[in-house]
């Protein structure tokens, strides 16, 4: 049997080359350079343009791009028929895909197809220089812990979490030495069991929570959906941040979905994540620990929250915060 | 489309919302403990899937067996699943299903689907709250070869297709699939409903169907930990240095307020 070799990242494209896949190709140029092997990109859509070229930029080797007006939209159905072909004709050792939407449906089916069992969400992903092995380092038990995977069954399957990753410094002039292979698949649609009949966006006005410099998050103790749109609003607008929420706020349709931070949510790392009525369960912090500064008010001095806050209040939120606002809007 | 046959697969885990200071990993033996005061529940997900099938089965009747893969499962847990309204309760119990992995784990799962025979749709939990790996609805399907719609807050059954929601980063996508499929489910669904005291008093009385390895056609080395593709080779706590600064103040408000300079002299704001 020929030997699995190389490294393969199954990109994204949200209209440009997504910020998942320049960190995917980041980690994965250095896993390939560590083998010493290869490292290449499958682009999936209907017209995929520069996306290609971008790819070589941020390190690829090769890229391999499927174009169909069959994967206009992403279909899991379709998609992996590309996937699994792909993954067949050139045995990589190593598939990388984002712990996205997409990547957390196509990878673990691609996994089964092949034979192979797969880690997701992984926050690590190094080689075993003794056994050339990745070791596959992924948050547990909500993120109580931490445990580190091996497979000897190839391909090694990943899904890495965004922002996990950094991005290697974009290269434009590598852009005319790398491979870019237009690759023919033919799509069965007859295999393509499911339709998408609408896709409703609940647009969310403002700064994205993905890009704002400071979130204020509430949890369950905001007890309703008023103050996420009066007093939390209010001082995120102050900072020029967003508002975000726990898992409770948004399960009870107190605030859209979008806003949910945590291991099952939105996965963010502003410069300040400020925690109101939130207690700090360790799934939520497994969508905000990459914080780098997090600030904690709660009325219960034991909550979990203030073990991963630097700074803190104890004390009612209704008491706190409009002293909080004000204040700094005269400091501001 | 009278009598819908719903399978939901249901895990027994430790309560993940137990106080993260009683999850403490056993180094030698390279597993999570978990102190007595830790509850074991059926995971939180796979309550939004009984839901998510109690809701169809409200409207246009059929059967829900609920599914369980493990050892030493506590029956006063799982029979939760029969108080809300399940019908049957079948479990894969026996020491060699222990320590699998996904693989395994979806393999001897599907083996059980195939000898209950009837099925139209196959519930599961987005992902289990103890490894959180969101894989095992996925594999059930690939090795059915059944289409599967994942992160579904909500379901609807007509005539041989199910339509359903599917939570994407900003809204959702209103999806048709055919049936049979697998449908996972997330929070938004909806939580659980209590049990009635006329369904815990039927469930007490109901006994689980008890299926061994070789009830499913599986060899002991297939299963568990003798059938896993992917090695744990270690589990650990990162260590993090509590140092949290509580601001005080005469009031709350006043500490408020005292938090602002604080955070300005500090240069974070
Ligand atoms: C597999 C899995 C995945 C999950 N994923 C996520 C996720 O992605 N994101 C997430 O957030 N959760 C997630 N959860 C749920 C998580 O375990 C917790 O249940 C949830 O985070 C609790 O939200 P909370 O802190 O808002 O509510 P609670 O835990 O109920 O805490 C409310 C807090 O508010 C405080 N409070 C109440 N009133 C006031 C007041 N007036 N002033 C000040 N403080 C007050 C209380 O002291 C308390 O600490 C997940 C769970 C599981 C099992
Ligand atoms: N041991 C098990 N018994 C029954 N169902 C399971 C088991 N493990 C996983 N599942 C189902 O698969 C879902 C996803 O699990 P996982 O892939 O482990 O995150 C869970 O929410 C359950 O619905």
Redesign the pocket.
């Known amino acids: 049997m020929a030997e699995n070799k190389g490294v393969l990242v199954c990109g994204e494209i949200d209209s440009k080359l997504a910020s998942i896949t320049t960190e995917l190709l980041g980690c994965g140029r250095k896993l390939a350079d560590d083998l010493k092997e290869d490292l290449s990109c499958l682009l999936v859509g209907d017209k995929i343009g520069d996306a290609a070229k971008e790819a070589i930029a941020f390190g690829a080797d090769k890229v391999y791009t499927v174009e169909d007006p069959l994967l206009k939209q992403y279909q899991a159905d379709s998609f992996i028929q590309v996937v699994e072909k792909v993954a067949k004709d050139t045995l990589p050792r190593i598939v990388l895909f984002g712990q996205t939407s997409m990547g957390r449906e196509l990878a673990p089916r691609l996994a089964f197809r092949l034979g192979v069992c797969l880690s997701t969400d992984c926050l690590d992903l190094t080689i075993d220089p003794n056994t050339k092995l990745l070791r596959q380092t992924r948050p547990v038990y ?1 993120g109580n812990a931490q445990a580190i995977f091996v497979s000897e069954f190839m391909p090694q399957v990943v899904t890495v979490r965004p922002k996990a990753m950094s991005p290697i410094e974009r290269d434009a002039l590598k852009q005319v030495q790398g491979n870019i292979i237009p690759t023919r698949i033919s799509i069965d649609t007859t295999k393509v069991r499911t339709k998408v009949l609408e896709t409703v966006k609940e647009e969310v006005v403002g700064v994205k929570l993905e890009d704002a410099p400071v979130i204020v998050s509430g ?3 905001m007890r309703g959906p008023e103050p996420f749109k009066t007093i939390l609003k209010e001082l995120a607008d102050l900072l020029h941040g967003a508002v975000g929420a ?3 706020p948004a399960d009870n349709g107190w605030v859209p979905e979008a806003t ?6 939105k996965i963010v790392a502003p410069d300040v994540y400020i925690a109101v ?3 700090g ?1 360790s ?2 912090i497994a ?1 905000c620990s990459g914080s780098k500064h997090i600030i904690a ?4 001095p034991e ?1 979990n929250i203030f073990k991963e806050a630097e700074f803190g209040v104890v004390g ?3 008491e706190i915060l409009p002293a909080f606002t004000n204040k700094l809007k005269e400091l501001l | 489309m009278p009598g819908i046959n719903m399978i939901v697969c249901s895990k027994q885990v430790p309560d ?2 137990a106080p993260p200071s009683l999850f403490k990993v056993d180094t030698v033996a390279n597993k999570m403990v978990t102190g007595p005061e830790v509850k074991p529940v059926i995971s ?2 796979d309550e939004f899937a009984l839901e998510a099938a109690l809701r169809i089965k409200d409207k246009l009747g059929g059967k829900i067996t609920a599914l369980s893969l493990g050892n030493k499962i506590v029956r006063d847990v799982i029979k939760k699943a029969l108080a809300v309204g399940a019908d049957d309760l079948i479990l894969l119990e026996d020491e060699a299903f222990d320590g699998g992995d996904s693989w395994s784990t979806a393999h001897a799962l599907v083996a059980a689907i195939k000898k209950i025979g009837q099925y139209d749709l196959i519930l599961c939990g987005r ?1 289990s ?1 103890d490894w ?1 790996a969101g894989q095992i609805g996925l594999g059930i399907a690939e090795i059915l070869g059944i289409p599967a719609v994942t992160l579904v807050r909500k379901v609807e059954v007509t005539d041989r297709k199910a339509k359903v929601e599917r939570v994407i980063p900003d809204g959702y996508e209103k999806i048709e699939v055919t049936l049979p499929a697998v449908i996972t489910v997330t929070s938004e669904l909806g939580a659980l409903r209590y049990a009635t005291l006329k369904g815990i008093m039927a469930a007490a009385k109901k006994q689980p169907i008890v299926w061994k390895p070789a009830d499913i056609g599986l060899e002991s080395s297939q299963v568990g930990a003798a059938g896993r593709r992917i090695k744990l080779t270690k589990l650990f706590q990162p260590v993090k240095e509590a140092k949290c600064e509580v601001i005080e103040g005469e009031t709350a408000a006043e500490a408020g307020a005292n938090l602002a300079m604080r955070l300005r002299q500090a240069k974070l704001l």
């Not at chain 1, 008010?297 to 219960?300: E, G, P």
């Open positions: 909500g949890g369950r103790g726990s898992r409770p949910h931070v945590g291991l099952t949510g009525a939130i207690s369960a799934q939520h969508g008010i709660n009325k219960d909550a009612k939120w209704e | 993940p919302e939180q997900y992902q709250s959180d």
